[in-house]
């Protein structure tokens, strides 16, 4: 039996590596300039948000969680509970870091939500869109996050400039789609309504599908939270400080206890932040129902 019709024939050979890396050098030493000012963009942008959660007194942070999760939930108990487990992260002395990680999550969520959500808006109303996206997104999705550095370093250099773009690129998904599908979701009865009392295409997106696709659209920010903490560790691997920093260096020293302390101090937040947006969805969830 012939080896070829066993093994696969190393006669053939497609080479993707040579075109992608000649048009990354292209677009390093052509479009330099307009990537040194997205650059320079993102790096105000992610200044401002350092500046203002470093600005935030601990104390009065704990106070926040406390309240809003107390308005969400209505119950007391979780509330302190929340309280209790965001104060351990300061008790740990990981506070600080933890402000670093928090800057990167939410610049990142900001950027998903003013690029996902028109998007996701747009697939719901043009189903050639929804077409030309639902590969795209499929691609993005079952890509693994450590290759969304590479393109990310070469292009815009290490620090949390490329480490938000492959947070964004790799957490935006779960809102495009399901902002489109929470859309389409919406009963064609409702709208139907709001066109016979003369509603105009945008006044019937903006009054009544969206208001109706809400608690979807939440459920899609709640997806693309969780992924980008779940970007946390990667991204400290080009240069970010912050928690997840603090995750790797305890694997090259074998400190088990540092690893620990910062794994669960991202957990912590993950758990925070996935019970307030859960509880938003739930509530409006009642009011579309009421």
Known sequence: MPDWFIRFPSEINVDITGPIDRAIDYMVRQWDPFFDGITKIL???????????DRIPWWLLIVLVFIVTWRVSKKIGKS????????????????PMMNITLTLIIASVIISILIG??????????????????????????????VYLIPSVMLLGLGKVPAVIATTVYAIPPLIRLTSHGIRQV???????????GSTKWQSLIKVK?????????????QTIMMAISMVVTCSMIGVTGLGQEVIHSINKLEAGRG??????????????DRLTQGIVKKGESRIEE
């Open 210 to 222: 969206i208001p109706q696709a809400m608690p979807t659209i939440m459920t899609g920010v709640n």
């Open 117 to 146: 959500f028109p998007a996701g808006i747009i697939a719901s109303s043009s189903e050639r869109f929804n077409s030309i996206l639902r590969p795209l997104l499929d691609t993005m999705q079952t890509m693994p996050s450590f």
């Open 260 to 273: 620990f302390a910062a794994g669960i101090s991202i957990v912590i937040i993950a758990i925070i932040i």
């Open 43 to 53: 790096r105000s942008f992610l200044n401002g948000i350092e500046y203002i959660v």
């Open 187 to 197: 009963d064609k009865e409702v709208v139907e309504a709001a066109t016979a009392f």
């Open 80 to 95: 302190i509970l929340y309280s209790l487990l965001l104060f351990l992260i300061g008790a740990m002395g990981l506070w």
